[in-house]
């Protein structure tokens, strides 16, 4: 084995086994799986969208495996990939996130499907709060690139533009996922659901917003 792949496989094999391991469980345990399999929930974890076996059992390892891929190309293909140097240890941090978060929303729904009792209206939305709050205390790290981070036409236009967004949207960020935690379990319902995704899209929303005037603001100047 040539001494790239070796250090590839020493730098990759944690990420590699929370990859692979959902599709090897997906092959294990497709003959027990029911016909149909439950891939979506509404506001109060009620299913409200089922899937054939064989999508339900291998739609989630499979996608995994497939931005495994993508986010693993994706520095090489970005026009400013000297750049990633720059935040690698954040930017490794956001594949385990993405990577965990999909393997254990595939244990979810094979939990579900299997008829155990997941609490899925509450589980995924914490899970997500959580992810957001992470990404948020890293977001300030993240430099100037055309795939990861606050990418709005202001931002990808002037890299001062995006520095400053992105150290306003790190605190928005936080804030709103310690916000959306709360609501996930102190709220129910409907009301759950709205407070959530209003602390879910108003720090995107308002960087977006704040990117904007930043970037007029400093074409008006002299």
Request: aromatic residues 14%.
């Amino acid at each position: 084995m040539s001494q790239p792949v070796k250090t590839f496989l020493r730098q990759e094999w944690p990420l590699l086994l929370i990859v692979l391991t959902p599709l090897a469980a997906a092959i294990f345990i497709y003959p027990a799986m029911p016909d149909v399999v439950p891939t979506h929930w509404n506001a109060q974890g009620q299913v409200d969208g089922m899937s054939g076996r064989a999508f339900g059992t291998f739609s989630l390892p499979v996608m995994n495996v497939g931005l495994y891929v993508l986010l693993l190309v994706s520095p090489k293909l970005d026009p400013k990939k000297e750049n990633y140097a720059g935040f690698a240890g954040t930017y490794r941090l956001i594949r385990w996130l993405i990577h965990a978060f999909m393997a254990g929303t595939f244990g979810v729904t094979i939990a579900a499907a299997l008829s155990y009792e997941v609490d899925v209206g509450r589980w995924i939305p914490a899970t997500v709060a959580v992810m957001f709050i992470v990404l948020g205390a890293t977001m300030s790290r993240v430099k100037f690139n055309y795939f990861v981070g606050i990418r709005v036409p202001w931002t990808l236009a002037d890299e001062e533009v995006w520095n400053q967004t992105h150290r306003v949207a790190a605190k928005w960020m936080m804030a709103g996922g310690v916000l959306a935690l709360a609501g996930t379990f102190l709220l129910s319902g409907d009301l759950r659901f709205m407070v959530f995704m209003i602390c879910i899209l108003a720090p995107i929303l308002g960087a977006t917003v704040y990117s904007y005037v930043m970037f007029q603001r400093k074409r008006r100047k002299p």
